[in-house]
């Protein structure tokens, strides 16, 4: 697939990993979806605009915005775990002199933790990205220094430490903190 920041249709696209799936968005998500993201130890470590407390209809809004974001520059796509959406993952392509770049965030709900699942998503992801996205040249995540779960989940499946933009976010406990650029480069 190639783009020029137009729009990509990632509607039918469905990953399979070892232990979960990499899916779109359904309606019979949201229960999952506000009791897996309804949870501080998760949204302390992402942007404001990842609410909390996730309510009933900040996760009508998601669905309703994924499905309509199918033909789009961006994909986010549920992990799928025992046949629960427990988290999600997507990749935000760049536009104009951006177009080969594309960031990348992810989140999974606490009780799914420690169980290489986000390894497995993060390297899923990436793989697809690089395979479909023929213009892809470099795919990039900016944790929080204060998120060491995903610091070591980017440099277990590859990426490089970058830089570190000092003092650049505030969490929501108003902590000001450093954010860390980690990138993967197509060889």
Known sequence: MTYSSGKLDFSQVRLVGSN???RTWKLVDKHSLIENANN?????NLRDQFPYPYTEKHADEWIKMTATSIFSTNCYFAIEVENKAVGGIGIMLGEDVHRCTAEFGYWLGE???NRGLMSEAVRLMKDYAFDSLLQLQRLHADPFSSNIASVKVLEKVGFQFEGRL???????????LDQLVYSFIRE
């Open 20 to 22: 979960l799936i990499l």
């Open 40 to 44: 501080l130890n998760i949204s302390i």
């Open 111 to 113: 009780s799914y933790w």
């Open 166 to 176: 000092r003092k650049s976010v505030i969490n929501r406990n108003g902590e000001i």
